[in-house]
């Protein structure tokens, strides 16, 4: 079994500063990325970074400049360093993997979420 645990969340006032981690547990052969993503109330899950297993990053245009995506691969960890945080973060952020166990494909899994509020 593969089990993606996040932390960090909070609430911080607009201006603010939150660092999300998510570690990646359990029967992993590989892990070929790993990504953050938001959902915000009434609103569809967006995506907000992603980090290959080469440590090449993607931000979506609303973060970049503000969010910095890193991994730890040694440690099956990756981090999301928000910055300069608006109300407009809001949202339940949740980690994502794409992980080969060994058998079979690779496939896509999810942690639990973490709620982020920006408000003062």
């Known amino acids: 079994q593969v089990q993606l645990v996040e932390s960090g969340g909070g609430l911080v006032q607009p201006g603010g500063s939150l660092r999300l981690s998510c570690i990646v547990s359990g029967t992993i052969f590989r892990i070929n990325g790993m990504g953050w993503y938001r959902q915000a109330p009434g609103k569809q899950r967006e995506l907000v970074a992603i980090?290959?297993?080469?440590?090449?990053?993607n931000h979506a245009d609303s973060v970049k400049g503000r969010f910095t995506i890193s991994s730890d691969n040694a440690k099956n960890t990756v981090y999301l360093q928000m910055n300069s945080l608006k109300p407009e973060d809001t949202a339940v952020y949740y980690c994502?993997?794409?992980?080969?166990?060994?058998?079979?494909?690779?496939?896509?899994?999810w942690g639990q979420g973490t709620q982020v509020t920006v408000s003062s």
């Open positions: 980090v290959t297993s080469g440590g090449s990053t």
């Open positions: 994502n993997a794409e992980i080969y166990t060994g058998y079979g494909r690779a496939r896509n899994y």
